[in-house]
C-alpha cells in the first residue's frame, strides 16, 4: 500500500483535559469519516505546553483516560492514529516520579504498536525575541529513536524540538523510514522563522516526507504554539500547510514517490560512509 491519506488535526488546545480530549476524539472521527488512513494529533493535545501543566495533566501509560478514548476510537473507526503527544508519568522501581513527552501509535484497531519519547529537550533563552523555556525542568529526555513497520511501510517518529537535530532523521531514513512525523508546537518566534525551513530541509535531507502537527494558537494560554502544521514531500515541496487557527486537513500521499526521487537523485547512495557515519548507542 503506497498511497495513504493523512488528516492533520490542528487543536486549539485549551487549559482543559477532557475538552481537548473531546476535541481529538471529534477530529479522529471526522478523519475516519472523510476516509483518513491515519490521523495526526498535535504535540501535548491533551495540555498547555507549560510546565507546571505537564505535572498536573500527566497520566500513566497503563492508567490514561486519554489514552483511552484514543485507543476507542481508533478501534470503533478503524484508524491509524499518531496521538501527538502527552506527558507521560512513570514511577519508577524507587518511587521516583519522572515525567516524559510522549508520542504513542495506535494501530486500527486501538492497540498501542508504538511510542516515543522525545529526546531532545526545549531549553531556549532569547530575551531580545522574548522567548525562554526550559522543558528539562519537568521532563525526563527519551533515549530511543522510534521507526515502526506498518502496513503503510516504515514510519519514523519524533517531535518538535527533535526536528532540528538531522542526525536523528537521518537515522530514521537509513532505518527504512518513508515518512517522519513531528508532532510540535513551535513558538511564534522560531515557527515563523524555521518551522518551515526545518520540514523542508529534513525531508530533502533524507528524501522522505515530512510531516508537522502543531496546536492552533490559543491567545488564552501563557504558550502560543505557532500552528501551521505542514505536509512536505521528499523533493520540498510544501504539499499543505494550515494557518494559525483550529483546522482538520487532509493530504494524500503516494510513497512510491520516495523511490523515484532516490533513485533520480541518490543522495542517500552517494553518502560517504568509509569516510563518516551516523551510529546510534542505544
Not at 45 to 62: A, L, M, R, V, W
Not at 81 to 109: H, M, Q, R, W
Not at 195 to 200: A, D, G, M, R, T
Request: one cysteine or more; glycine letters at 6%.
Amino acid at each position: 500500500m503506497t498511497k495513504l491519506k493523512l488528516a492533520l488535526c490542528q487543536i486549539k488546545v485549551a487549559d482543559n483535559k477532557e475538552q481537548n480530549v473531546e476535541k481529538a476524539v471529534e477530529m479522529i472521527s471526522t478523519s475516519a469519516d472523510k476516509n483518513a488512513d491515519i490521523a495526526v494529533l498535535p504535540e501535548m493535545f491533551n495540555c498547555p505546553f507549560q510546565n507546571d501543566k505537564f505535572i498536573e495533566y500527566s497520566e500513566e501509560e497503563e492508567n490514561s483516560p486519554t489514552l483511552e478514548a484514543i485507543s476507542k476510537i481508533a478501534n470503533e473507526k478503524n484508524i491509524y492514529v499518531l496521538a501527538g503527544s502527552i506527558p507521560e508519568k512513570v514511577i519508577g522501581e524507587d518511587s521516583k516520579e519522572k515525567i516524559y513527552n510522549t508520542s504513542f501509535f495506535f494501530d486500527d484497531n486501538g492497540k498501542i504498536i508504538a511510542k516515543h519519547r522525545k529526546m531532545h529537550l526545549f531549553d531556549i533563552d532569547i530575551p531580545e525575541k522574548g522567548v525562554h523555556s526550559k522543558e528539562s525542568e519537568v521532563i525526563t529526555p527519551g533515549d530511543k529513536f522510534s521507526v515502526i513497520d506498518t502496513k503503510f511501510g516504515k514510519i519514523g517518529m519524533a517531535l518538535c524540538y527533535d526536528v532540528r537535530f538531522p542526525e536523528l532523521a537521518m537515522l530514521m531514513a537509513l532505518n527504512g523510514a518513508k515518512i517522519l512525523f513531528y508532532p510540535g508546537a513551535f513558538t511564534l518566534v522560531t515557527g515563523a522563522a524555521h518551522w518551515e525551513l526545518l520540514f523542508k530541509s529534513r525531508a530533502v535531507d533524507n528524501q522522505v516526507f515530512c510531516v508537522g502537527v502543531s496546536p492552533a494558537t490559543n491567545e488564552d494560554l501563557k504558550y502560543h504554539a505557532y500552528g501551521h502544521s505542514i505536509v512536505v514531500n521528499p523533493w520540498g515541496d510544501i504539499l499543505i500547510e494550515a494557518g494559525s487557527d483550529e483546522n482538520l486537513l487532509f493530504q494524500e500521499i503516494d510513497l512510491e514517490e520516495v523511490d523515484k526521487i532516490r533513485e533520480e537523485l541518490p543522495t542517500l547512495k552517494n553518502r560517504r560512509s568509509d569516510l563518516y557515519k551516523i551510529d546510534f548507542k542505544g
